[in-house]
T-cell receptor, first 116, second 114 residues
Framework: EAQVTQNPRYLITVTGKKLTVTCSQN?????MSWYRQDPGLGLRQIYY???????DKGDVPEGYKVSRKEKRNFPLILESPSPNQTSLYFC???????????????FGPGTRLTVL | TQLLEQSPQFLSIQEGENLTVYCNSS?????LQWYRQEPGEGPVLLVT?????EVKKLKRLTFQFGDARKDSSLHITAAQPGDTGLYLC??????????????FGKGTHLIIQP
């Protein structure tokens, strides 16, 4: 089954304790992306990657890191989480289409992070 | 940062009515996608529009891309309770600086009352 998986689904942590949210896709997609979704602010792109070893900042990259060492995985790293990073996080993947840019984005189930 | 303004932000109507959701920007997009999101789940793609002036239909949903590729609309005919959800537009653009990012609007919360 074609899917994007994220782990963990729920996480409660404390300020300053490093954490990693994993994301994996089995569709051989080139494009992967991380978003955070907050009430009243919508979905905002944190980082994206056009292919292995190619990553770029989105609209809200501060406080986050990513890596793309393999095509299927795109982990999101919070080196020193702070309460303002409490949010619902989505990972997504899509193919890159020459005519349209990117194709349909397939979203993971989301990770609800609370930083105390 | 490119902005996509969606309106209305909230809409509650009776079953059987028609409605239109708008997605506007001052920027040109290579393509524009519409997604629908249910509570507790990730967004799911409804349609992608690419060509200026393009119109796509998905059953009772009609999507239009503006001639200048800066705006789009979603029209629902005879809305049903099953249409209830968060509707999101997302624009993709190529930039000379290498910023091939996707920008989402803040969404339209749609409630269709039986």
């Amino acid at each position: 089954e074609a899917q994007v998986t994220q782990n963990p689904r729920y996480l409660i942590t404390v300020t300053g304790k490093k954490l990693t949210v994993t994301c994996s896709q089995n569709m051989n997609h080139e494009y992967m992306s991380w978003y955070r979704q907050d009430p009243g602010l919508g979905l905002r792109q944190i980082y994206y990657s056009m292919n292995v070893e190619v990553t770029d900042k989105g609209d809200v990259p501060e406080g986050y890191k990513v890596s793309r060492k393999e095509k299927r995985n795109f982990p999101l790293i919070l080196e020193s989480p702070s309460p303002n990073q409490t949010s619902l996080y989505f990972c997504a993947s899509s193919p890159i289409l020459s005519s349209e840019g990117i194709g349909e984005q397939f979203f993971g189930p989301g990770t609800r992070l609370t930083v105390l | 940062t490119q902005l996509l303004e969606q309106s209305p932000q909230f809409l509650s109507i009776q079953e059987g009515e028609n409605l239109t959701v708008y997605c506007n920007s001052s920027s040109v997009f290579s393509s524009l996608q519409w997604y629908r999101q249910e509570p507790g789940e990730g967004p799911v793609l409804l349609v992608t529009v690419v060509t200026g002036g393009e119109v796509k239909k998905l059953k009772r949903l009609t999507f239009q891309f503006g001639d200048a590729r800066k705006d789009s609309s979603l029209h629902i005919t005879a809305a049903q309770p099953g249409d209830t959800g968060l509707y999101l537009c997302a624009g993709f653009s190529h930039s000379g600086g290498g910023a091939d990012g996707l920008t989402f609007g803040k969404g339209t919360h749609l409630i269709i009352q039986p």
